[in-house]
């Protein structure tokens, strides 16, 4: 499926920094999950929700799944974006549909899924009443 960055709830534009570059002159494999975690957080915050905040009252929203597809490499200088979608898969589980595009030719560089689940101080999974909203107005219903 070709996407736009239309297509997404959140964008979040970066540039790739020297040290974030290995031997092979090409971003560390370790380093998009820091990209994908940022943007993760950028779209909860933009969409009225902080993620510290959220951890401090006791609301954890942990990650259970990591699926990263690397397709090209990145390479010091290289401006990107990564495109976030939310879908929720049930009343206390979600996923976080990533994306990331060079800027210069919109290549894709890598697909990612991220399955989160909403857990409460006990570390219980739990239907959580303030995302609620939050789910309401981002995320998408997963069609299964």
Same mark, same amino acid.
């Given at each position: 499926m070709v996407r736009k960055l239309s297509d997404y709830n959140s964008t979040l534009h970066l540039e790739v920094r020297d040290y974030e570059c290995d031997l092979q002159g090409? !971003?560390?494999n370790a380093v998009?999950?820091?990209y994908l975690e940022h943007a993760r957080h950028q779209l909860l915050k933009q969409f009225g929700l902080n993620f510290a905040e959220l951890s401090q009252k006791g609301?954890?929203?942990v990650i259970v799944k990591a699926l990263l597809?690397?397709?090209h490499p990145l390479r010091s200088n290289d401006s990107f974006? !990564?495109?976030t979608n939310m879908v929720r898969c049930s009343d206390v589980r979600f996923d976080f549909l990533q994306d990331v595009f060079r800027l210069s030719d919109q290549r894709l560089i890598l697909t990612s899924t991220f399955t989160c689940a909403a857990m409460n101080a006990q570390g219980r999974p739990t239907k959580l009443d303030v995302l609620e909203d939050f789910f309401n107005r981002v995320a998408r219903r997963s069609p299964t």
């Open positions: 090409i !971003v560390n998009y999950q820091h609301i954890n929203l597809e690397y397709k974006v !990564v495109g």
